[in-house]
């Protein structure tokens, strides 16, 4: 059996799907804090700004609950999505050092979830499981290019992603501040009663965004950086990483660190933003496959 063949195989097993039905349960609990921080955070703003139009008095209420609301989110909700992160990417390095055959670090990574844990993840899922099949496009050509291959999918189609709903999010809080300043200036605000009225009570609307926001730029950024030392050592054929299979090992192991970083530092964008963008990237990487398995079958790689 060749290598692709055994990636392709091997990441469609039971024990595979188990582990994609834990990692997708693990990161629906991390969206779902998020999700319930951002309407918690957007209630107390329309609060705020609904007082400062309707009912003056509700204003030093909206206050006060905005600002115990943005130190709420910094002391206990941004922890608890830490843990939660910290679960699915080991579960994710778990899939990804099975198919690739990387090696595991334990310094970096810590020990491997136990089996009742996965199993309790798992057990959990309730979506449709077909979705979880073929996570990876394989491509047909010999080993290591499929593996680097994947790697360049998890590296360059999460940076896509993340960067789009970094862009999404930071659109929404230049929206909103432009909003407080419009109706600043209708109303005649004072620069004072602005900020009280309409930015404090939307602080932490602001700064669940803003944090999103900033982290996903911040590992698309370390992807991207990533992604081209892996474009590189696929485009070039005396690349000693390509026929040392230790300096591979080494070099497959240090883009699993930098994935597994990222992935603890912030959730997979939700669901539905995912899908509304799945069928272009995926033609995308379809075509960078198909371009790949060409070279390969011209012996372009030898």
């Known amino acids: 059996m060749t290598s692709h063949q055994r990636i392709s195989q091997l990441q469609n097993n039971t024990r595979s799907i188990t582990l994609h039905r834990a990692i997708r349960v693990?990161?629906?609990y991390t969206q779902r804090t998020q999700s319930i921080s951002l309407v918690v955070s957007l209630a107390i703003a329309c609060l705020g700004?609904?007082?400062k139009v309707a009912h003056p008095p509700l204003l030093a209420v909206a206050t006060t609950i905005g600002a115990a609301w943005a130190g709420a989110y910094m002391?206990?909700?941004?922890?608890?999505v830490g843990r939660y992160l910290r679960t699915s990417a080991v579960l994710q390095e778990m899939l990804d050092t099975t198919l690739f055959g990387t090696?595991?670090?334990s310094v970096l990574v810590g020990e491997q979830l136990?089996?009742?844990?996965?199993?309790?993840?798992s057990r959990r899922f309730r979506g449709d499981e077909a979705s979880l099949r073929d996570y990876y496009l394989v491509a047909a050509v010999d080993a290591p290019y499929d593996v680097l291959f994947c790697l360049e999918?998890?590296?360059?189609w999460g940076s896509r992603i993340r960067r789009r709903f970094a862009d999404v999010l930071l659109g929404f809080v230049a929206v909103w501040c432009v909003m407080g300043v419009i109706v600043g200036i209708v109303l005649g605000s004072t620069v004072g009663n602005l900020v009280n009225a309409w930015f404090v009570p939307s602080l932490g609307l602001l700064l669940s965004?803003?944090?999103i926001a900033r982290v996903q730029i911040l590992t698309t950024r370390e992807r991207m950086r990533v992604v081209r030392l892996v474009r590189a050592v696929m485009e070039d054929p005396s690349s000693p990483i390509l026929d040392n299979d230790e300096a591979f090992a080494v070099f497959s192991r240090q883009v699993q660190d930098v994935l597994f970083l990222a992935r603890s530092q912030q959730s997979r964008t939700p669901q539905w933003f995912f899908r509304r963008f799945h069928d272009v990237?995926?033609?995308?990487f379809r075509f960078k496959m198909q371009e790949l398995e060409r070279r390969a079958s011209q012996g372009l790689h030898h």
């Not at 136990?114 to 993840?121: A, Y």
């Not at 999918?153 to 360059?156: E, P, R, T, Y």
């Not at 990237?281 to 995308?284: G, K, L």
């Open 26 to 28: 693990a990161h629906r």
């Open 49 to 51: 700004a609904l007082a």
């Open 75 to 80: 002391v206990a909700l941004s922890p608890q």
């Open 103 to 105: 090696t595991w670090n």
């Open 114 to 121: 136990p089996e009742d844990e996965v199993s309790r993840l």
């Open 153 to 156: 999918q998890n590296l360059a």
């Open 209 to 211: 965004c803003s944090d």
């Open 281 to 284: 990237d995926m033609a995308d």
